[in-house]
């Protein structure tokens, strides 16, 4: 098992995924936040929806996974937003060092 994890979530406000993306990575609970503009669509509470969002996937170690979701939570102001973890695995071991020495945990 892995002891890193990739998280993707997404905003259609781009002052909370500023706010967000500054927050996590000055307080080293992520090494890099990847942002990716996207036009979605989803159903929710019997709704057809759509909006411009922002995809971020987050890369860090798993013993910060609930505090990168507390943060998000405080921040962000979808009722139920979307925080999906998976494991990150590589053969390139500088990689995972640099996930070590850019958070902190």
């Known amino acids: 098992m892995s002891d890193y994890c990739m998280i993707e979530t997404a905003f259609d406000n ?11 990575l000055n307080f080293k609970l992520v090494s890099s936040c ?21 995809l971020v996937f987050m890369k860090t170690k798993k013993e910060l996974v609930n505090n990168v ?7 962000h102001s979808y009722e ?6 998976f494991d990150l695995t590589s053969c390139n071991k500088e990689y995972l060092k640099w996930i070590d020495e850019e958070t902190d945990g």
């Open 14 to 24: 781009k002052k909370e995924l500023e706010q967000a993306v500054n927050e996590l």
């Open 34 to 54: 990847q942002v990716i503009e996207s036009s979605s669509k989803w159903n929710w509470k019997n709704e057809r929806e759509e909006a411009k969002e922002y």
């Open 80 to 85: 139920c937003f979307e925080f999906a973890i």
């Open 69 to 75: 979701f507390d943060t998000i939570k405080h921040i």
